[in-house]
């Protein structure tokens, strides 16, 4: 009987088959990011006990994407999640959603779409100023958190949510007009192409950690990752001490775990475990 994981790993690896297919017939240069990185360095795969998919591309390629990728999607079972296409969605980066499954996700209760998903980040130019740096990250964390309220984003779920009526018009406008002050604020800087720099400014790891050259991420190679062919930068080993030191050691057994989805539907079967 496969564990969940692979379950879920079986799912991951048709959407990202999908995303690397679409990047291709739109001639955009996506690369792999954070633990998906390591895995195909360090596993030429999957991490085993990593429930999650990271991809990203620079701005303008992310927002071609945005605009041409659902258009290719029509009669596939994939949903391009995105701050437009899902009013109920809260975070600033797209996810490719398998329609035929469903989740529920560790900490996380939402009214957003669900499925067996890959995070799709976009790169943002940053100013070279740390204090301008501070500013804009302040800024940027400030609106997500009024867009999680808004949108009723819960760690734990509660038999009350189920009560509340749905988010009315002016509701959702209000989370709309956050949105649009969201994107203004992480595309700030974009237009300057003199600066050096991009940033995931979601990333979950210090701010320093997931901070690129430009040339990094436009210098490109392919590896393994299981049975497909993936983009990732060449100066990957750089990338991958910034990010964890030494990363071919691997982490102590007890934290060797999923660390986001907890009951996944699919093929009508409920798995836990």
Same mark, same amino acid.
């Given at each position: ?10 799912? *991951? ?17 996506y690369f792999l990011m ?20 990271? @991809? ?38 797209? #996810? ?38 501070? *500013?804009?990250?302040? #800024? ?29 018009? *002016? ?7 956050? #949105? @649009?002050q969201r994107e203004a ?13 991009v940033k995931n400014l ?20 392919? @590896? ?7 983009? @990732? ?19 102590? *057994? ?20």
């Amino acid at each position: 009987m496969p564990r969940l994981i692979d379950r879920i790993h079986q799912v *991951e690896l048709g959407n990202l088959t999908q995303f690397t297919q679409l990047c291709h017939d739109l001639n955009l240069p996506y690369f792999l990011m954070g633990g998906s990185l390591l895995g195909a360095i360090r596993h030429q795969g999957f991490i085993p006990w990593d429930d999650d998919v990271d @991809v990203g591309l620079l701005r303008a390629d992310y927002d071609r994407f945005i605009d041409q990728a659902p258009a290719a999607l029509v009669g596939t079972h994939y949903f391009l999640q995105t701050p437009a296409s899902d009013k109920n969605y809260a975070l600033s980066y797209a #996810k490719l959603l398998d329609r035929n499954t469903y989740i529920e996700e560790k900490n996380n209760v939402n009214n957003a779409r669900k499925g067996i998903f890959i995070d799709i980040f976009p790169l943002d130019r940053i100013p070279t100023d740390t204090a301008a740096q501070r *500013e804009q990250l302040g #800024k940027f964390q400030l609106l997500n958190t009024r867009l999680l309220l808004q949108l009723r984003y819960h760690l734990v779920d509660n038999p009350l949510r189920k009560l509340q009526s749905p988010l009315n018009g *002016e509701q959702l406008a209000a989370a709309t007009e956050l #949105k @649009v002050q969201r994107e203004a604020l992480m595309t700030r800087y974009q237009a300057d192409t003199q600066l050096p720099q991009v940033k995931n400014l979601a990333s979950q790891y210090a701010y320093d950690k997931e901070i690129y050259d430009v040339a990094e991420l436009t210098d490109l190679i392919s @590896v393994p990752f299981e049975q497909l062919t993936v983009r @990732v930068p060449r100066n990957y080993d750089k990338i991958l001490q910034r990010l964890y030191g030494d990363y071919q050691t691997l982490p102590p *057994e007890s934290q060797r775990t999923e660390k986001h989805l907890e009951r996944v539907i699919m093929d009508n079967q409920v798995f836990t475990e």
